[in-house]
């Protein structure tokens, strides 16, 4: 991945509107962004969307940032908050009756990022938004509640459920 | 190759395998190692396009806004320009409305002091109500200025009426009515704001003097006539 991470003087280029400086930090940090929106929300389009509306409020909000060292966490969440907005509707949380959980037998099976991907896009959209923001993004309990407007508990199961589908989905991809 | 010695491992290496095989453990570990994926190499000229009309937009937002603030502060100087003509300060001379006037004269008695009394003050927001319990809110007024001729002293109280023009011609000092005196009353009202409102030329005996210093004839719009009452 050819990624310079933006330095302080790019960032102030960026402030004063100059577009070869932002068409810079665009590149630099784009693939972090889509990745980012695509793996939350599963759909190439919406996820092209977020990226847009994205990189439009960095440009304009850039001078609002105190500290240019949080530049790439403050985008990351920037693109999460866009893509719940997009994908709003499609965020289910039902109740997890745990009698339909698949049982918890020993995991025999090696597998890598290219799966653990596909397996993470075929979650449920509640569950992988959730796992996302949780586990991969390292958002609290308490902030992805929040953002995902859904209780601090409702986010542990929607965790447990996910991590459970995805044991069951990997052992099934390996299958193929 | 073959002399090389075998060296063995520790006991719990398969442990350690089987551990690394653990989901969570592979889980934590893959997650670094997630794949990047490429946006479309379009979505730049959108971003640039969102910009540039973005751009187009915010002069109009600064311009609309500095309209605005312009339009406010001409309506604040157009307000505060009423408020100062409705403050401005009385003119010396009372200014008399014709309702004022009918109102006065159809008083049958007053004394000059009375008269002076009913002259509201500056600061006083007097109302006069006129028959039918109309309303009529008076210009502030001051008291007008009292010639310096030494008053009048009247026994009795005043009648006034309207002043018979066709007997001025013929009038004569009677000996018996040497006490009497006319006065004329110069009144004008109207929406053009004259200099002087009211006039009074009064304590003479003869009506001809009063017509001599009389110039304003065409200003001239009422007179009344003062008469001592009679015991």
Same mark, same amino acid.
């Given at each position: 991945?050819?990624?310079?991470?933006?330095?302080?003087?790019?960032?102030?280029?960026?402030?004063?509107?100059?577009?070869?400086?932002?068409?810079?930090?665009?590149?630099?940090?784009?693939?972090?962004?889509?990745?980012?929106?695509?793996?939350?929300?599963?759909?190439?389009?919406?996820?092209?969307?977020?990226?847009?509306?994205?990189?439009?409020?960095?440009?304009?909000?850039?001078?609002?940032?105190?500290?240019?060292?949080?530049?790439?966490?403050?985008?990351?969440?920037?693109?999460?908050?866009?893509?719940?907005?997009?994908?709003?509707?499609?965020?289910?949380?039902?109740?997890?009756?745990?009698?339909?959980?698949?049982?918890?037998?020993?995991?025999?099976?090696?597998?890598?990022?290219?799966?653990?991907?596909?397996?993470?896009?075929?979650?449920?959209?509640?569950?992988?938004?959730?796992?996302?923001?949780?586990?991969?993004?390292?958002?609290?309990?308490?902030?992805?509640?929040?953002?995902?407007?859904?209780?601090?508990?409702?986010?542990?199961?929607?965790?447990?459920?996910?991590?459970?589908?995805?044991?069951?989905?990997?052992?099934?991809?390996?299958?193929? | 190759?073959?002399?090389?010695?075998?060296?063995?491992?520790?006991?719990?290496?398969?442990?350690?395998?089987?551990?690394?095989?653990?989901?969570?453990?592979?889980?934590?570990?893959?997650?670094?190692?997630?794949?990047?994926?490429?946006?479309?190499?379009?979505?730049?000229?959108?971003?640039?396009?969102?910009?540039?009309?973005?751009?187009?937009?915010?002069?109009?937002?600064?311009?609309?806004?500095?309209?605005?603030?312009?339009?406010?502060?001409?309506?604040?100087?157009?307000?505060?320009?009423?408020?100062?003509?409705?403050?401005?300060?009385?003119?010396? &001379? #009372?200014?008399?409305?014709?309702?004022?006037?009918? @109102?006065?004269? %159809? /008083?049958?008695?007053?004394?000059?002091?009375?008269? $002076?009394?009913?002259?509201?003050?500056?600061?006083?927001?007097?109302?006069?109500?006129?028959?039918?319990?109309?309303?009529?809110?008076?210009?502030?007024?001051?008291?007008?200025?009292?010639?310096?001729?030494?008053?009048?002293?009247?026994?009795?109280?005043?009648?006034?009426?309207?002043?018979?023009?066709?007997?001025?011609?013929?009038?004569?000092?009677?000996?018996?009515?040497?006490?009497?005196?006319?006065?004329?009353?110069? &009144? #004008?009202?109207?929406?053009?704001?004259?200099?002087? @409102?009211?006039? %009074? /030329?009064?304590?003479?005996?003869?009506?001809?003097? $009063?017509?001599?210093?009389?110039?304003?004839?065409?200003?001239?719009?009422?007179?009344?006539?003062?008469?001592?009452?009679?015991?």
């Amino acid at each position: 991945m050819n990624q310079i991470l933006p330095n302080s003087e790019l960032i102030e280029r960026v402030i004063s509107q100059e577009r070869k400086a932002q068409f810079q930090l665009f590149e630099s940090t784009k693939r972090i962004v889509y990745s980012l929106a695509y793996r939350i929300l599963n759909d190439e389009d919406l996820a092209h969307d977020v990226l847009q509306d994205t990189y439009v409020e960095v440009f304009q909000q850039l001078r609002s940032l105190k500290q240019p060292e949080a530049l790439i966490a403050w985008m990351k969440t920037i693109t999460v908050r866009k893509a719940i907005k997009a994908g709003k509707k499609l965020f289910e949380f039902d109740h997890l009756d745990q009698s339909q959980d698949p049982p918890d037998n020993q995991f025999d099976s090696w597998f890598d990022g290219e799966l653990l991907d596909q397996a993470i896009r075929s979650l449920p959209p509640g569950a992988r938004a959730v796992f996302m923001l949780t586990t991969v993004e390292g958002f609290s309990h308490k902030e992805t509640a929040q953002l995902l407007g859904i209780s601090e508990s409702t986010s542990k199961s929607q965790v447990t459920y996910a991590k459970k589908l995805l044991r069951n989905r990997i052992q099934t991809l390996l299958r193929i | 190759m073959k002399s090389l010695p075998e060296h063995k491992p520790r006991e719990n290496s398969w442990e350690k395998i089987m551990e690394k095989k653990d989901f969570d453990f592979q889980l934590n570990e893959n997650l670094k190692k997630l794949p990047v994926h490429v946006p479309s190499d379009l979505v730049w000229e959108r971003i640039e396009k969102e910009l540039e009309s973005q751009r187009r937009i915010f002069p109009w937002k600064a311009f609309s806004i500095a309209a605005s603030f312009v339009a406010f502060l001409l309506l604040a100087l157009y307000l505060s320009k009423q408020d100062a003509r409705m403050e401005d300060p009385p003119k010396s &001379i #009372s200014q008399v409305t014709s309702e004022n006037l009918l @109102l006065e004269n %159809t /008083n049958d008695q007053f004394t000059k002091s009375d008269s $002076l009394a009913s002259i509201p003050l500056d600061s006083q927001n007097l109302e006069l109500q006129k028959k039918g319990n109309r309303i009529m809110k008076r210009m502030p007024e001051s008291l007008p200025v009292i010639s310096s001729r030494p008053s009048i002293s009247m026994n009795n109280q005043a009648i006034v009426k309207g002043l018979d023009l066709g007997s001025r011609e013929n009038h004569s000092i009677n000996p018996a009515d040497r006490e009497e005196t006319y006065h004329s009353v110069a &009144i #004008s009202w109207g929406l053009n704001r004259k200099k002087i @409102l009211m006039k %009074t /030329n009064f304590g003479v005996q003869d009506p001809a003097v $009063l017509i001599s210093t009389t110039n304003e004839k065409s200003e001239l719009q009422a007179r009344i006539k003062l008469k001592r009452k009679k015991q």
